[in-house]
């Protein structure tokens, strides 16, 4: 072992509070008291591991050092990726830093050159809502969410996918929560508190599992921190302070019934820290030994108040080593490195100390891929599924395999090398903008600058933004801007006002604020675009309507359901789109010559407008790109062409009109008797006839939240209990295409099959339907408490129930995204049937034969493309080979006829 | 945290003559949009004792800022000051404050050693000292509904000392001893 102490890894002599070593090892951040505010500093490690690089000046020691805490920094933690760093401090804030890449080293403005910022670390996330300084974070395995406790008692779980949301917050505590850990297999996490408990939630229901008390009764709150530590086998859980007959101890805690019969023994002042190798270990074989194999054990090492270090090994019963008066004042956090061979230890006493390890002293390190093959053979499901070691044996059979295997080498080092051109060119790229070089830009500054008085005759600059900044906002922006325009902003609000509907008393209300704000949208609100045009509208069911019949004023038939029908209105505009600018007006009852009344009925699409007369009330009005049509009082329909023609005579309606929508050269009407019909105009034939809503709203106080006509004249009901049904013409069916309480959306984790982001926002009318509130927070939630069997039935069926339903959609675009996605689950997992069988289907027969049903098409997508796009998803397993290579024979046989 | 970081100050035509405007290209980094406009001022120090004297040569507003990277020139016509100021705050907080010596000194070295009785404003030619800025930070309260803080976040570097504001002899430079005792015999302060 070999110790060092780097004098240069200090905070100007104030206190250093947390240390974490990089998980790629090149550098570690230390987090402490600062000049006047919290200090974060992310160091080299290289200087650390090796004398030459110490000496050399042109390594820097310091990379970044971020002054922003406004207190004291008590904790900073790498993610697992080793993207972010987390930071916690007495200014009850956690910041979230991310590297930005592109923009080059800076100096802080008016300070020496020397202190210049290798490399640049910006805040993505300030996370607010601690109510007192926050003493610990720690990421989950797998980064799917941030834990930070605090002094206010409580612990929260962040999602670290989609920051600053808030999964849960863990009361229970009734003191200052003062440390945290994961269990490695991510089923819990454990706190440690002032409250002299220990307390492990589970991840499942983030509910409390179990409150250890007892090793802690003798316990005071004096210690700054207690940060225990979990096994990365699992099986211990070690707690920071505990006592034992008077004596300082760290509890063990064995995760098999919480049991509390060992501790760590021997320090003098209470355990500040705890913190386990990362690695497992066996004994190292000798030369001529018994090759009889030993059990895996683990390493911890313990820091003390009383200033000293201990490592322990899990198989030995005295500590391996025992290092006194390491520092002036107590320890305050230790980290190891990934290769479980070296360990940071920092103090109090603002200086920090590396220790360095032989395997010799440790034992020899098991690999990732035994370690989880421990974590599978205990919790029967493994972190990592299938590891890139246990590929490598299989046998490559066949050359095109082979060509395609190296193809995908040599890509993924083109991305690499690109990758690091682009890091090259950074600081040249920082310098350039729209093309003009930064001196360029300088020298015009001052003409080009926009200056502008303000009311109050004040000048005011309009800077010129010079950079943008590569952090998180900015990825924001763009999904903002990918957001498709379809999706209107209507259909969140409709979202929002999902209705209650429990009490009858309160759905007459509800149902006028509704229909209020469905008229405000047809007034108000400009429509980006016509294509899809969520509304909201609520339905009555007779069981809420009989209560209140006096309110409604129509005699309804006491068990027909009863839509809200639009009431007759002076004047009312309606804007179809806003590009191209197309809106409708509608005069009623314009006096003409002789007391004639009429209603006018005027559309103005980019500045053209057209104007036509009926003679009777105009109710309710819509329009697409291709097609006007408004309905009338007297049951009337009329439909124009975009120029103002009468494309049919008025279409008597079966009952009084509720809602009516178009889409392209699609109308739905939807009457007050709750009948659906859908009409293509064009072609003059009837989509949907007169189909009841009675068996979707059928039961209790269902409404419709909103409705949807797709571009191929499918109509789609949104209704109040999360459900979504489509119409499929077909089968002349109504089909569920989607549920937000669906348990399978919440189990299913697909993650690591989906593309990449931007495919991820495909849109289309599923997407709208479903919304896109991601819930892969939800998701990898429950990847940690279900067992992977489960976990992969679950995610099979909700991704064929994605297939399925962008197939009922039409939605040719989804449909292929998410067969996709499916497929490549398939790959990942390995089932091997059902991926056949779409391929076979994706196929057809080769040879011609008359009695083939089989369709050449799907959605309008050739099938045989499909299979082409598939190809390359399937050869990334290489135990699909042979399904590979036949399917790859069989479309050259195909492409050669 | 400082949602608005200088990253530089530039002293543009720097020496110039005495009576040219005053350029300054100020570059800032935003992390978070802000809601409102940053208020830059240009203040002339009138005395190293007290802020009583202090005035404020010109001000104006910049905005809006969006996140990233930004640079506009600011540019007045204030003349004649030995020290001078540029601050920067944000719903009315001063978050930074970036301090410059200005000597301003005869060109013709005859004139340099006996400087006329009245002076010679044609002759003059006006020297801010670039290369040393005093730059000293505040946290504010950068939302509204937070309580405001009034630490000094930092203090100029070079000095490696938290003087507090108020024993510094002007206000916020950080530098005892100040201007008489260093500025050239010959030079003007003409307001």
Known sequence: MKLLKPTWVNHNGKPIFSVDIHPDGTKFATGGQGQDSGKVVIWNMSPVLQEDDEKDENIPKMLCQMDNHLACVNCVRWSNSGMYLASGGDDKLIMVWKRATYIGPSTVFGSSGKLANVEQWRCVSILRNHSGDVMDVAWSPHDAWLASCSVDNTVVIWNAVKFPEILATLRGHSGLVKGLTWDPVGKYIASQADDRSLKVWRTLDWQLETSITKPFDECGGTTHVLRLSWSPDGHYLVSAHAMNNSGPTAQIIEREGWKTNMDFVGHRKAVTVVKFNPKIFKKKQKNGSSAKPSCPYCCCAVGSKDRSLSVWLTCLKRPLVVIHELFDKSIMDISWTLNGLGILVCSMDGSVAFLDFSQDELGDPLSEEEKSRIHQSTYGKSLAIMTEAQLSTAVIENPEMLKYQRRQQQQQLDQKSAATREMGSATSVAGVVNGESLEDIRKNLLKKQVETRTADGRRRITPLCIAQLDTGLKEQNLVKELRPRDLLESSSDSDEKVPLAKASSLSKRKLELEVETVEKKKKGRPRKDSRLMPVSLSVQSPAALTAEKEAMCLSAPALALKLPIPSPQRAFTLQVSSDPSMYIEVENEVTVVGGVKLSRLKCNREGKEWETVLTSRILTAAGSCDVVCVACEKRMLSVFSTCGRRLLSPILLPSPISTLHCTGSYVMALTAAATLSVWDVHRQVVVVKEESLHSILAGSDMTVSQILLTQHGIPVMNLSDGKAYCFNPSLSTWNLVSDKQDSLAQCADFRSSLPSQDAMLCSGPLAIIQGRTSNSGRQAARLFSVPHVVQQETTLAYLENQVAAALTLQSSHEYRHWLLVYARYLVNEGFEYRLREICKDLLGPVHYSTGSQWESTVVGLRKRELLKELLPVIGQNLRFQRLFTECQEQLDILRDK | ?191
């Open chain 2, 1 to 191: 945290m400082a949602k608005v970081s200088v990253l530089n100050v530039a002293v543009l035509e720097n020496p110039s003559p005495f009576h040219s405007p005053f350029r300054f290209e100020i570059s800032f980094e935003c992390s978070e949009a802000l809601a409102d406009d940053l208020e830059w001022k240009i203040i002339y120090v009138g005395s190293a004792e007290s802020e009583e004297f202090d005035q404020i040569l010109d001000s104006v507003l910049v905005g809006p800022v969006p996140a990233g990277r930004h640079m506009f020139v600011f540019q007045t016509d204030a003349v004649g000051v030995t020290v001078v100021l540029i601050t920067c705050t944000y719903h009315g907080q001063e978050f930074i404050r970036v301090g410059y010596y200005v000597n301003n000194e005869y060109l013709n070295p005859e004139l340099r050693e006996n400087p006329p009785m009245k002076p010679d404003f044609s002759q003059l030619q006006r020297n801010i000292l670039a290369s040393n800025p005093r730059v000293t930070r505040f946290h504010i309260n950068w939302d509204n509904n937070m309580d405001r803080l009034e630490a000094i976040e930092t203090q100029d570097p070079s000095l490696g000392c938290g003087l507090p504001l108020n024993c510094t002899p002007i206000k916020g430079l950080g530098l005892p001893g100040c201007i008489p005792g260093l500025l050239p015999e010959n030079s003007m302060d003409c307001i």
